[in-house]
C-alpha cells in the first residue's frame, strides 16, 4: 500500500495512546497502577520506506533483595499484551485520542523551531515521498484520524508476533525458562 500523511497520523497515534494515554497507556498501567517498572513506553521508528518497527520497552528489577521474586518479567510481558490488546479492540478513550493528537500536532510543529531545524526540515523532504510539504501534509491529516483509524493501524501493527529482547541476570533468565518456552509457540 501507498505511505500517506493519514497513516504517518494514525500509527503515530497509536504508538502515543499506547506509551502515554491517560487511562489505555502503559506508563500509567504498568508502571504507575501495577508498579512494575521504573519507566515503560512504545516508540515508533520509521525509515525512509516508512517501515519500521514499534518498540515497547520496560527497566523493572526482578532479583533486588527486598523482593526475592523474578515474576516482573512475565508479568511486564503480560501487561504488554493486555495494553496492546485494548489497542486493537479500541479499547481507548476519546479523551486520549484528541490529548495525543494535540501532543503530535505541538511536535511536529516544534521540528522547525530553529533555523537549523527549518534547513533539516526541508533537507528530509526531499528525500520524502511526500515532498517538501511533508511535515505540513502529516499535520494536516492528524484531525483526519478517526478511532477506527487508530484501532486498524494496531491491528495491522500487531498482526505479527512479536521479537522479545530481555536483558537480565542469570537467575532472573532461569527462573522463566518456562515462561519464555511459551513465547516461542
Known sequence: TKYSPKDFASRTLMSMILSRGEDTGLFNNLREKEKL????GADMMTNSNHSG????NILTTTDSDD??????????IEGFNRQINKMVNGEFTDKELESMKLSLKS????????????VDTAMSGL???LG?????????????????????????IFSNKPIYSIRASKDTLEANKDFFATLEQ
Open 107 to 118: 511536535q511536529l510543529l516544534e521540528t522547525a523551531s530553529t533555523q537549523a531545524d527549518k
Open 127 to 129: 528525500s520524502s515521498n
Open 132 to 156: 517538501l510539504n511533508d511535515v505540513n501534509l502529516k499535520y494536516d491529516a492528524v484531525d483526519s484520524v478517526t478511532r477506527e483509524d487508530i484501532q486498524q493501524a494496531a491491528i495491522e
Open 37 to 40: 517498572a521504573y519507566s515503560v
Open 67 to 76: 523482593l526475592k521474586s523474578y515474576d516482573n518479567v512475565k508479568r511486564s
Open 53 to 56: 518497527l514499534l518498540m515497547c
